[in-house]
């Protein structure tokens, strides 16, 4: 600080002095500590299933947090059993295509809906918006006896199908695409690219962050859903992963450690892709949330 | 052909061109089931006999079934204590968070994180927590402090809301983080004009914050809603045992539904049941709107 401005001080200096907020910090202090406890105590489950998946059997049950003798001979043991290995594969290999299916189909149809005038629009419209009312449940025994006729029972057709296209992503992409400027279409389309092209090469890079907000919400859907895999899903190889871990956890004396450790497996990877891509992701659920 | 249409014709034709994939999607993967799910409600099949027409049968045999009405009551305590308990603690968490500054990103991770997992591996841990003496979590630590036992998921009072907890839990990170949005996008105006009157800390919450705060509130509370009407993958996991168990004190709906056309292959029964639900989700969202639009 200047030495004029402890005679007379500036604006500037004015803004700069905090002194009045002395009682009002203590607060902010216990605040803090308080929002820190509890945000503790939200990550305890996680905590407490990644220490315990790392015991030995012996010391399961104490209530310690730290491992004595951290060990991934539970790891070793589940993934040699080869079935979570499986299980891992046909999630992965699920809830990408369904993503990248949807990433596709969805933002077509909300470009579509967005850019286009044509006969029938608003109909399409309206009648994709009102599958939003319909819930899955009502759906799955129609989807049941559909994949029975036609054979898609346990297959990775028949676990995926439902969610190829969703109507939360459709509109999602419709609200982003308004974004896009109309000159820029009617720009490409002068330089003479075809529909497809402007679409593709011109209105998609400019909706990018709402392409990766839908990624997410649509893989963190696939890799989680539940119901419907273990409706469709008959043999053990063609699990997904939390209906295989529902199922090893079913079995007579299945240790808590080993369940804990396939928990673990089943979680781990969308917990990492959360801490590495994490102000992006909150962003997405943000943008999701509001718009769709 | 093509080159002599205008170009208004043109972008028709790409128009329609893009939509045939999808079209055909929806009528077959969404219209065509709903109607058929409604169409099996009115009839009476086990999946290997023959489907026979029994109208309104199936509804009269849910009218009169005390499991259903039973399931019925469950999956609206779901709703009862679920929104309001999730909705109040997930307010509480943002309103203070978004005052704090130092390490704000590191404490919205804690609490975002829980939602990044998987319902069944969570139903999972929850149930080794709820365990009795000397497995579970919980019962260790009460031991511990010498607390006596209770029993979680084997009694018929107190298995629903464990049940329910990790579902809230799971839940509370997306609420916060829509929540602080919300709060957010208040201007900052109002307040520093209150704070020139010498308004109270209460009163700008009550007449500043929340009422601005409504069209959030309102997303959050027919979201969540929705999400405790379906409960199921928690219910399921926790009671693989006995589903919906003990004596169908957890059972949801989507449960008995699961059941019905799964366990017991009463297709039309089962069919009939999510005509309730939907019916049950259509009545909820459309109240929840009116009154909290309104009010």
Redesign the interface.
């Known amino acids: 600080m200047a030495a004029t401005d402890q005679i007379r001080p500036t604006s500037a200096a004015l803004l700069n002095t905090r002194a009045p907020r002395r009682p009002a910090n203590m607060g ?1 202090i216990l ?2 500590i ?3 406890l ?3 105590m ?2 305890m ?2 905590v ?2 990644l220490s ?1 998946s790392l015991k030995w059997p012996h010391e399961v ?1 104490n ?1 310690n947090l730290i491992p004595k003798e951290p060990t991934l001979e539970n790891y070793t043991y589940v993934l040699e059993d080869g079935r979570f290995f499986g299980w891992f594969i046909n999630s992965i290999v699920i809830a990408t295509v369904t993503t990248l299916c949807n990433i596709f ?1 969805d933002s ?2 909300g ?2 809906l967005c850019k ?6 608003y109909i ?1 419209f309206i ?2 918006l009102s ?1 939003l ?14 994949s029975q006729q036609f054979g898609w029972l346990d297959t990775y057709w028949g676990i995926m ?2 969610g ?2 969703t109507a939360f992503g459709t509109f999602l992409m419709k609200q982003f695409f308004e974004t896009v400027p109309n000159d820029f279409i009617e720009a490409a389309r002068i330089d003479g690219l ?3 092209q402007i ?1 593709w090469t011109v209105a998609m890079p400019l909706v990018r962050p709402a392409l990766a907000a839908l990624a997410i919400f649509v893989f ?1 859907g696939n ?2 859903a ?2 419907w895999p273990l ?1 469709v899903t008959n043999s053990v190889e063609m699990y997904t ?3 295989g ?2 199922s090893f ?2 079995e007579a004396d299945v240790a ?1 450690e080993l ?2 450790t ?3 497996i ?2 781990l990877p ?2 990492v ?3 590495v891509f ?2 992006f992701i ?1 962003r997405g ?2 943008m999701a ?2 718009k769709g | 052909m093509y080159r002599n249409l205008s170009i ?1 014709q ?3 034709v ?3 061109a ?2 045939v ?3 055909i ?2 009528s077959v ?6 109607g ?2 409604i169409l ?1 409600s009115f009839q009476d099949w086990n999946l290997l006999g023959k489907r026979t027409w029994t109208g309104l049968d199936n509804y009269i045999k849910l009218w009169n079934d005390p499991v259903f009405w039973k399931v019925f009551k469950n999956t609206f305590v779901y709703l009862l204590l679920g929104t309001p308990v999730s909705l109040v603690i997930s307010f509480l ?1 943002a309103y ?2 978004d ?2 500054r ?2 704000h ?1 590191f ?16 139903a ?6 709820y ?1 009795p003496v ?2 579970g ?1 919980f019962n ?2 009460l031991a ?1 402090v010498g607390i006596p036992q209770i029993s979680f998921l084997n009694s018929t009072t107190n298995a629903l809301p464990a049940v329910l907890a ?1 579902a809230i ?1 799971a839940g ?3 609420q916060i ?2 929540f602080m ?1 919300g709060l957010r996008a208040i201007p900052r105006s109002y307040y520093e004009a209150a704070h020139i009157d010498g308004v109270s800390t209460w009163t700008v919450l009550w007449e500043i914050t929340l009422p601005l705060l409504k069209p959030t509130i309102v ?1 959050i509370v027919v979201f969540s809603s ?1 999400g405790f009407l ?1 409960i ?2 928690h219910v ?2 926790m009671t ?2 006995n589903p919906g168990g003990p004596l169908n004190a957890t059972k949801p709906l ?1 449960l008995m ?2 059941e019905s ?2 366990t017991n292959f009463d ?1 039309g029964y ?2 009939a049941q ?2 309730v ?2 019916l049950i ?2 009545v909820v969202s459309l109240l929840q709107l009116r009154i909290l639009r309104d009010s």
């Open positions: 902010q605040r803090w308080i929002l820190f509890g945000g503790i939200m990550i489950p996680i407490y299933m315990t049950y209530v189909f077509l149809v470009y579509t286009f005038r044509f006969p029938g629009r399409i009648a994709i599958t009312m319909i819930p899955t449940e009502m759906l799955v025994i129609p989807w049941y006896l559909m199908f439902p190829l296209m075809n529909e497809f679409w963190l890799w989680t539940f119901i409706i992963l939390p209906v871990l529902s956890g079913d808590w369940i804990m396939g928990a673990a089943s979680t969308t917990l892709v959360f801490l994490q102000r909150i659920v943000v949330g509001l | 208004r043109k972008q028709i790409w128009a329609w893009f939509l994939v999808p079209v999607f929806y993967i969404r219209f065509y089931p709903t058929n799910a099996i968490i203070h968070l005052k704090l130092f390490m990103g404490l919205r991770m804690l609490y975002f994180l829980p939602f990044m997992t998987s319902a069944v591996a969570m999972w841990v929850w149930r080794w927590f365990q000397p497995i979590l260790n630590i511990s990790p839990w509370l990170g997306f983080i829509i949005a997303f929705i379906r199921f993958d399921f996991n693989t045992n989507v539904i699961y056309a799964f297709m089962a069919a999510t005509v639900l939907f989700l259509l």
